[in-house]
């Protein structure tokens, strides 16, 4: 049977050359990077390594990556650590409501030590609107942070907009780019941010291995503390093969920058066209246009997301419902709820994200085995039932 | 969430008792697209015995597979037996389920219990349903 | 030549076999344990199968493990989140002065945080008196934190008497056992403890693979936030290769347990006793008996570490001066100024630990190799060359 | 840290004038064994010229190599040349040192002016020598 993983949102798997430049750091050139002796110095030169070419992928300096475990570590270190360290500016905070839980629940914590929260809502496809930024900002504001690009329905944010504004009245701003990099260009001077997260595993690297960038005089309290690694702001003995990892799978996608976006655009709109085509009460979530280019994020009335990813996993497609991250959740997604999905369709909803592996052929198998799969459904469903009946009668 | 049980895949992939029936003589409806699961169970009752039970799901695999095995277990059953069906029954019966699926064993048991109050209803007979109490779904993360 | 690495308390390689356990889950099975479709579902067993492994090399429920990216980040999320969650009973820790960083900086965030922090000295040996511990609690005390093991001077600490009292006046107990879990029995059970960390890396599994216990019951605020993973405790996409590794080195250390104490203590005695007889002016830190069987921490009067440690690296033998994990500071070991240790001396102090495969010719290797080193620096000393002359006088 | 220089490892692995002068015309001794460094230097002078010139230290590989590296510089320099011996010259001899190293160079200086010093003090000169500012040492990490 034909496997076709459309999951690359949630996860993707590490490229071959990633692993094998893992590898000797595992048992050869174990070392811990603290140590001064050659063991330690080999594992210290490669996570500088890794450091530069990170930073090369987002056009910062090296000494501006701090590497983390997680996106989710790395967004948690942004919020708090920006905020508690500049709190003095000001204890206002200003975020989208599309943000990951990994950006709102931490602000949350804010809020319950004495932050103020402004969330701003977005469009109905998902975007946040830079004058609402500029309109919630105020004296006391001290950190702005709007995600680059939203994970489950790939809508890119005018980030560079929002960024000028932030810039001219000296607030710090922060970008979640854990869905956006290696698959986009990501510029950090460009977007003027002060800080960017970024996690590995969503571009080929390991898991284990995403970065903070924090541009150069920024203050940001360590979250993991009473380490020196990472020039003190995130202790913790380094993960040296994940961070080699991520070292290589940013090199990678600096290199095959310019192809990704133009090969995954035809594929994901082929997948989008031909559903359209063949599924009828079905819907687009997020922006058509400003989307990432290897995301499709559908709707479909009178079925539940749960049902059709296993019947789909029955045919060897793997793709999400609902949040990518929070797909064990019972909770639909709060992004879907922001920009007005109906709860009902929003139960309804897939997520499929392709790769650089993903073919014109895996997304014609998908359009084989999918609207059957739907059909099969509605013609259970009481709500389908309910609808025919009606429109009978009209 | 714990992994479904192969009894859950199985009523998942091949549900029994899929459908309507025409003119039956109890048809209960209960759950919220809103919160994902809404179920629909039909009866026909002969005798005091169910002789047949149709079910239409929209939810997750557990509400479908939950809405068959009841479906199933109500069959041949006279109708003070089905009142006695507990959503516990019906997930044991599944061989488990995820702790946060019961609740769509819940549903399966109120599906059962409401078309049982529509047939007393339709009958002119006081109806002796007790609706199980509404458990809530139980929210995950967030 | 021969190459000795005597650092393990830095860091160890990964066991072979730890290697080949994880390496499937880089590419071939590398899904995200939060996906229901049987790519995630395959990742979340062996993170399961993992966390089962981990537990019972420490006697503990696996539902009770939670995984973290290292050692540091395990005690950052006890003592944080023990102390957050729990400050409704009081706003009083007790800690020991050797306690590692990872535990020392949290503890002096939360005071800054209002909680109030006693620090209780340890004997000229390192080790924490129970007594001492039992006359610093107060009716306002949360929580207690003493490590099992030191991982500079190897002293074991009478963990499980200090159980006894915390149990009984019913105030939480962590005790970071990331020097000693692998090496010795570690057991909750027995030391009574509420909370314990641990970490992959020190006993051959991967960097990037830790873990806190939490007895079953206890509430813990979660530190790095917004993912239900870890049972909503600790958010962040799982490192699952590195928690198979995490595993499999769980399971091997405890089938070769009782192995390696008995193996490395020989070792540990014949390159202490070796020196004693070869070095004058040389001393043990921490206890001669209640210690790690891979420990050697001692003092060479009127020489320096990393002079030390440089000519031994030019020799092929890898050791660490001072702290084993903070060796690129420049102040000397807390550890060594707790307990005593005159400051000029403990500039001159090296940590040589064993590992499960250093043989009797390693031990043998730096006894030839060591002693020359000590008199060459000796002879460009002038505090040796001040005691000579003084020695002459008398 | 930054990785030393191979120049600092070659004259810390093979330090040039190691040792003691007896009846010296100058010795300095400086540093603090409680902080890792102590340094001495002995200078031979004769007719202003530095002739010789040796040390003994305590201390890391950056302080052994910059005692190396001094000794080198102001043999055959005139006392008045050998003052103008800066911290920053001997690190640059050195090809650079590690930022947190810095401190080595400057005890360096300050062995060469003490040595110096005691030349004048031993001669009854006033003595000219500034002792450069002290600097302390950048404790990094906790
Ligand atoms: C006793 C002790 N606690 C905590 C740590 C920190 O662990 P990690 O290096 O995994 O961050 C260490 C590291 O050596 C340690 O020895
Ligand atoms: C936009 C966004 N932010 C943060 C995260 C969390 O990253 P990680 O999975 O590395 O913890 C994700 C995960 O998918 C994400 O999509």
């Known amino acids: 049977m034909r496997k076709v993983y459309l999951d690359h949102a949630a996860t993707t798997p590490a490229h071959p050359k990633v692993v094998e430049a893992m590898m000797p750091f595992f048992t050869a050139k174990f070392g811990n990077p603290s140590n001064l002796h050659d063991v330690g110095r080999e594992a210290k030169n490669a996570v500088e390594e890794a450091r530069s070419k990170t930073a090369a992928l987002i056009g910062s300096k090296p000494e501006e990556i701090f590497f983390t475990s997680s996106g989710t570590e790395s967004n948690n270190f942004a919020i708090k650590g920006l905020a508690q360290a500049n709190s003095q500016k000001g204890k206002h905070i200003i975020v989208s409501q599309v943000e990951h839980f990994s950006v709102l629940h931490p602000v949350k914590t804010l809020e319950k030590a004495g932050f103020a929260v402004t969330a701003v809502p977005p469009s109905r496809e998902g975007l946040v609107d830079p004058a609402h930024i500029s309109k919630a900002i105020t004296k006391e504001t001290v950190l702005v942070s709007v995600m680059h690009a939203n994970n489950e329905i790939g809508t890119i944010q005018p980030i560079a907009e929002i960024g000028k504004i932030t810039r001219e009245k000296g607030i710090l701003f922060h970008t979640d780019a854990v869905a956006s990099v290696g698959w986009i260009p ?13 996690s590995g595993h969503q571009f080929y690297g390991p898991k284990g291995a995403a ?21 003190g702001r995130r202790g913790g003995t ?9 070292g290589k799978a940013a090199e990678i996608a600096a290199a095959d920058m310019g192809n990704r976006a133009a090969s995954l655009t035809p594929l994901r709109d082929r997948l989008l066209a031909g559903l359209k085509q063949r599924v009828p ?13 290897h995301n499709v994020n559908v709707s479909f009335l009178y079925v539940e997301g ?27 997604s709060h992004v879907l709820s922001c920009i007005g999905t109906d709860a009902a369709a929003a139960n309804g909803t897939l997520l499929m994200t392709l790769g650089t592996g993903t073919s014109a052929e895996d997304v014609d198998y998908v359009l084989e085995k999918l609207p059957p799969i739907v059909e099969r459904l509605r013609s259970m469903s009481p709500l389908y039932e309910d609808v025919v009946k009606s429109r009978k009668k009209t | 969430m714990e992994q479904y049980s192969s009894k859950v895949m199985e009523h998942f ?65 006279t109708i003070d037996d089905a009142l006695k069906i507990s959503n516990a029954a019906v997930a044991e019966a599944l061989g488990g389920l995820p702790k946060v699926k019961m609740h769509c064993s819940v549903l399966a ?4 219990k409401s078309a049982l109050d529509d047939y007393y209803k339709k009958k002119g007979i006081p109806s002796p349903v007790k609706m199980p109490a509404e458990t809530g779904h139980e929210h995950e993360g967030e």
Chains 1, 3 share one sequence.
């Open chain 1, 186 to 198: 990501v510029d950090v001077q460009a977007l003027g941010v002060d800080a960017l997260s970024l």
């Open chain 1, 211 to 231: 970065a903070l960038y924090v541009r150069k005089g920024v203050r940001i309290k360590p979250q993991i503390e009473g380490g020196v690694q990472e020039d």
């Open chain 1, 238 to 246: 380094e993960n040296v093969p994940a961070i080699v990892g991520l």
């Open chain 1, 281 to 293: 009460d079905m819907f687009l979530n997020g922006h058509p246009e400003r989307r990432l280019p």
């Open chain 1, 306 to 332: 749960e049902s059709m990813l296993l019947f789909l996993n029955m045919e060897g497609i793997y793709v999400s419902s609902g949040s990518a991250c929070t797909s064990r959740s019972l909770k639909s």
């Open chain 2, 13 to 77: 992939a091949h549900p029994h008792n899929v459908g309507e029936i025409e003119n039956a003589d109890g048809v209960g409806t209960v759950g919220n697209p809103v919160c994902g699961d809404v179920m629909r169970l039909y009866i026909k009752v002969d005798n005091n015995t169910i002789t047949d039970a149709k079910f239409k799901t929209f939810g997750c695999g557990a509400a479908i597979a939950t809405s068959s095995m009841v479906t199933d277990l109500v069959k041949g059953k």
């Open chain 2, 109 to 112: 048991e109120e599906a059962l």
